[in-house]
């Protein structure tokens, strides 16, 4: 519904932001997305509720600015007298709704050309086929039908989304044995840094443990001269170039932050969805800020599953707090971000690691400088003269 749903984007000034965002909560307004940009806030309500902030904002000193509007209603405000369109929207979506509940496309994967019309076959005799209900494929049980009627393969995994179904299919035996990359390519360095350690399978290797290599450099060539024939032969450079790398990464962090902390209160609520149609039960949905937890509980009859799932919900209220986080609150904030950087560096150790900070007037900059064991090679492919006479393709190794 959020598609539908007239939103306001509004800035705030003046006065205390957060006696103004407490009181509008206490009032149950919802106000998202609240951002903190250069001592600017930003935030987000509905339309409807807008109007009912700025009450809230007078009793708080604070001045609200109308920045933006968002929503499918805003934009279509200027055609509310052509009936005839929104009729024929409603039929549109009405009609889309429907044929989103059937499946329309079955997709094959790692599928054999010689098994693909006795596949097609047994899937339309399973009930995997355009047009049928998504609700009525019952993924578990055709797996384990098709793997019982096609011993050729040895697994079969079925996932539908929406209209579209998947079905990927593992071979008990190679169809055909996957050829080596032979395709003539140097392996050149990646980023800088000192060689540790190089093996190569196929290639001449052009450097040694302790050499220094710059971006482009050649690590592995896949060029080599004949020694009895005299001819250059060309071969796909194989290995792997381990180096230690230097790297640093940086993070700022601010003092002044506008955090979210949990009031004690708890709404539970319950709910049914069937065929992708959401019930409510008990309860609705609370206003205000809140945060989810949920679980799905699918309902079973005779132990098979139905097409209905239980959901059930807890919504913790929170309330906005302007925080003054102290230098150390700031560092270890800090650490767990430069720790995910790391992380995604794919290294394969760390050797050594290095930190500095830096106290500002606004906040505390950490800098990491780190040490790095990972491959740098990178495959480069060489430029072939087909012009000319016939390349051998054969391999030395370095």
């Known amino acids: ?35 903190h940009r250069n001592d600017r806030v930003f935030a987000f309500t509905s339309a409807e509720e807008f109007g009912i902030l700025r009450a809230a904002a007078s009793k708080a000193g604070v001045c609200l600015e109308e920045v933006s509007h968002y929503g499918l209603t805003y934009r279509l405000r200027n055609y509310r007298g052509r009936i005839g369109f929104f009729v024929g929207f409603g039929v549109f979506c009405v009609t889309m709704w429907l044929l989103s509940l059937f499946v329309w496309s079955v997709e094959t994967v790692n599928l054999p050309e010689e098994y693909a019309v006795s596949v097609t076959d047994v899937l339309y005799e399973a009930g995997l086929r355009s047009g049928v209900l998504s609700s009525s494929v019952d993924a578990d049980m055709l797996e384990y039908e098709l793997e019982e009627r096609l011993p050729m393969f040895d697994m079969v995994k079925i996932s539908c989304m929406g209209s579209w179904a998947r079905v990927q299919f593992s071979l008990a035996r190679p169809v055909r044995k996957q050829e080596e990359a032979d395709w003539p390519c140097d392996l050149i360095a990646s980023e800088c840094g000192q060689i540790v350690s190089v093996t190569a399978s196929k290639g001449t290797i052009f450097v040694k443990e302790g050499d220094v290599a710059a971006p482009g450099d050649v690590l592995v060539s896949g060029v080599f001269d004949g020694l009895e024939s005299g001819s250059v032969n060309m071969v796909h450079a194989s ?160």
Not at 2 to 26: D, P, Q, S, W, Y
Not at 257 to 274: A, H
């Open 239 to 398: 290995g792997t170039v381990v180096a230690l790398v230097d790297r640093t990464f940086s993070e700022n962090v601010s003092r002044r932050q506008i955090v979210t902390e949990p009031t004690g209160r708890i709404v539970n609520i319950s709910r049914l969805m069937v065929s992708g149609i959401e019930i409510p039960l008990f309860a609705s949905p609370p206003k205000g800020l809140f945060k989810r937890t949920s679980g799905e509980y699918p309902l079973k009859v005779f132990g098979f599953a139905l097409p209905v799932i239980l959901r059930r919900e807890q919504w913790h209220e929170l309330c906005y707090t302007e925080k003054e986080l102290s230098d150390e609150e700031c560092v270890a904030q800090a650490e767990k971000i430069l720790s995910a950087k790391i992380k995604r560096a794919e290294c394969i150790d760390i050797v050594s690691s290095e930190r500095t900070v830096n106290v500002t007037s606004t906040g505390v900059r950490v800098t990491r400088y780190v040490t790095l064991l990972k491959d740098i090679s990178e495959e480069r492919p060489l430029q072939l003269d087909y012009g000319g006479a016939g390349t051998e393709s054969n391999s030395s190794v370095g």
């Open 1 to 35: 519904m959020k598609l539908f749903r007239e939103t306001v984007g509004f800035e705030m000034t003046g006065g205390a932001v957060e006696r103004f965002l407490n009181i509008a909560n206490r009032r149950g307004i919802t106000v998202f997305n609240l951002k």
